[in-house]
């Protein structure tokens, strides 16, 4: 069972990486992989600047909430990169700005997501077989004679 926890969270890690290596820097395969930037990803994790265990850790996200977190900022945060290369010194500087942009988007995807599991616990937890196993019963409300009727019979 742990192996496949394992297993779960290094393919969730290596989405995430794969995302912004290709989505967001825009980098091919054959470019190398950042160390910067996964030192980056693992702080972000842990609610820190970068990835340090000496330090406390501020948080506790997922790599599924991050991944979440560049997707949805994907746009603002290719947009300012086309605009703004000039202003960009270098690899590390880029990876910054990008951190920057995401990191206050963390805690609203974060919420998003506590709240659509809450809701789909509410839903497998309802039961509805109930109201569907009893079926209708037909009542009359009135008992209405013809005496026409009566006479045919």
Not at 112 to 130: A, C, D, G, L
């Amino acid at each position: 069972m742990r192996k496949i926890n394992k297993k779960t969270k290094n393919k969730e890690w290596d989405e995430l990486c794969e995302y912004v290596k290709k989505e967001i820097l825009n980098y091919d395969d054959n470019m190398k992989f950042p160390t910067y930037l996964a030192l980056k990803l693992q702080g972000l994790k842990k609610g820190q600047h970068i990835a340090n265990n000496n330090a406390n850790k501020n948080a506790n996200y997922d790599d599924y909430t991050l991944l979440c977190a560049f997707k949805i900022c994907k746009p603002k945060i290719i947009n300012y990169l086309n605009n703004n290369y000039l202003k960009i010194k270098d690899e590390q500087h880029k990876i910054n700005l990008i951190v920057k942009m995401v990191e206050p988007v963390i805690n609203d995807v974060y919420v998003r997501i506590q709240q659509t599991k809450m809701s789909e616990e509410r839903v497998i937890q309802s039961s509805f077989e109930n109201q569907y196993n009893k079926g209708a019963d037909y009542k009359k409300k009135t008992k209405a004679e013809n005496d026409r009727l009566k006479e045919l019979w």
